[in-house]
Nanobody, 124 residues
């Protein structure tokens, strides 16, 4: 079993930035892909970004392209989400996810492990 713990969420003004972290522990053998999803009130959980074992391969939702950057430090078993130019629509609980495959995917059901989420609130 893989345990994922998100951190770095908080309250930020519109136009500001936050950097989320997701630390993995337990069975974390490579290769595997990791992703970020978010769940806003009254909305479905949606894909945000994903990264393969190599940071060369990344995917982003259209809504965050150019503003968010996913990265990972495999030595630390940690994935990051740098969020710039935040707006009210970015307010959500952000979840880190991992799958026992190095293949990137935007499909929620294909991820095997999930963190507890971290709240991001953007004030306007």
């Amino acid at each position: 079993q893989v345990h994922l713990v998100e951190s770095g969420g908080g309250l930020v003004q519109a136009g500001g930035s936050l950097r989320l972290s997701c630390a993995a522990s337990g069975r974390t053998s490579s290769p595997y892909a990791m992703g970020w999803f978010r769940h806003a009130p009254e909305k479905e959980r949606e894909f945000v970004a994903a990264a393969g074992w190599s940071i060369t391969y990344t995917l982003y939702a259209d809504s965050v392209k150019g503003r968010f950057t996913i990265s990972r430090d495999n030595a630390k078993n940690t994935v990051y989400l740098q969020m710039n130019g935040l707006n009210a629509e970015d307010t959500a609980v952000y979840y880190c996810a991992a799958r026992s495959s190095g293949i990137l995917t935007t499909t929620l059901q294909r991820y095997d492990y999930w963190g507890q989420g971290t709240q991001v609130t953007v004030s306007s």
